[in-house]
């Protein structure tokens, strides 16, 4: 007859096997194909007893190497989960580096921006200072161009009237008043040589000599002029001459 027989319940690997009995040699036929890996031979010829030991051995062993195998397993996992880790944790790193240079260059793009503008402000300051310091100089490039040619024309009428004066007969007083004016005019254009005085101080010496001259020269050209020679007669010059002195005036 046959039967089914649970043995051990502290087995967890051998849900049932099946045990066979013969009424001759009351002997056990272990079934064991529900035990994967078992290697037992139930007509090995053993007593119940011996085969459940055999047969507990071998669940033991597999036990033992189903053990070896997880714990295997579980390093395994264990260590790439440590990778795992490492590589999340320089991923992070890296991305916060890459956070931190962004940021750094967004900071330092601001900061160019910022000068550029600077500059530019500076550029256009500096612009309209050269154009404030070309119309200052054009103005006192004309000053002085005028100042020069007032001084020059002063000085080139005193020559002319001293040189006029000493072509005419002159009363004493006259003489000595004419002499007096070229004498401070002269003065002046010696002493305001280079640079150039401003063009009204030339103006003003000029009429303050032209104011003393006039009159004297227009004078003793209207009177009667001695000749050359005879200490006598008309010398008075022709109007022409008159009108050329005082055109050069």
Not at 184 to 191: F, K, P, R, S, V
Request: proline residues 5%; contains cysteine; charged residues 30%.
């Amino acid at each position: 007859m046959s039967f089914a027989l649970s043995i051990s319940p502290s087995i967890s690997l051998i849900s049932s096997f099946k045990v066979a009995i013969s009424p001759s040699s009351l002997c056990f036929s272990l079934s064991a194909a529900a035990v994967p890996g078992l290697e037992f031979d139930p007509l090995d010829g053993l007593d119940a007893k011996s085969s459940a030991e055999a047969m507990q051995k071998q669940i033991s062993e597999i036990r033992s190497e189903d053990e070896k195998g997880a714990e295997h397993v579980r390093t395994a996992f264990n260590e790439q989960t440590l990778v795992e880790k490492k590589k999340r944790k320089t991923v992070i790193k890296r991305q916060s580096q890459l956070q931190s240079t962004k940021k750094q260059l967004l900071e330092k793009k601001a900061h160019l921006t910022d000068e550029v503008h600077h500059l530019e402000e500076v550029n256009q300051g500096l612009h309209r200072q050269v154009d404030r310091f070309g119309q200052f100089l054009s103005k006192e490039s004309a000053k002085l161009k005028d100042a020069v040619e007032a001084r020059n024309q002063f000085e080139a009428y005193a020559y002319q009237l001293r040189g006029s004066k000493d072509g005419l007969s002159l009363e004493s007083d006259d003489a000595v008043a004419l002499d007096a004016a070229l004498a401070t005019a002269t003065a002046w254009l010696d002493e305001h040589t280079s640079p150039a005085p401003p063009k009204e101080d030339s103006d003003a010496q000029r009429k303050a000599l032209e104011e003393v001259a006039n009159p004297i020269m227009s004078k003793a050209y209207q009177a009667p002029q001695p000749e050359e020679g005879t200490g006598g007669g008309d010398t008075s010059p022709p109007d022409d001459d008159l009108d050329d002195f005082y055109d050069d005036m």
